[in-house]
């Protein structure tokens, strides 16, 4: 079971309760670096083309299960 660490988990719980429909800069590269971080497979560094929303949704909704599992505790 993938889980994000304490300070990662903490920044996205504050992400998730955004009211927002669009993403502001810094939180799109958020979702792009905690991905390439949580994701299995790993992979780089990547950000999608903001012209079609439908990867970066998909991105969101994968670290919103990794999300539902917690956090690993120091």
């Given at each position: 079971?993938?889980?994000?660490?304490?300070?990662?988990?903490?920044?996205?719980?504050?992400?998730?309760?955004?009211?927002?429909?669009?993403?502001?800069t810094?939180?799109?590269?958020?979702?792009?670096?905690?991905?390439?971080?949580?994701?299995?497979?790993?992979?780089?560094?990547?950000?999608?083309?903001?012209?079609?929303?439908?990867?970066i949704?998909?991105?969101?909704?994968?670290?919103?299960?990794?999300?539902?599992?917690?956090?690993?505790?120091?």
């Amino acid at each position: 079971m993938i889980q994000f660490d304490e300070t990662d988990y903490k920044k996205w719980e504050l992400f998730r309760k955004s009211k927002r429909k669009s993403l502001l800069t810094r939180e799109f590269e958020m979702v792009c670096q905690l991905h390439a971080l949580y994701s299995v497979p790993k992979h780089d560094y990547y950000k999608p083309c903001t012209c079609n929303p439908k990867t970066i949704i998909r991105l969101i909704a994968d670290l919103n299960r990794i999300f539902d599992n917690g956090f690993v505790k120091d």
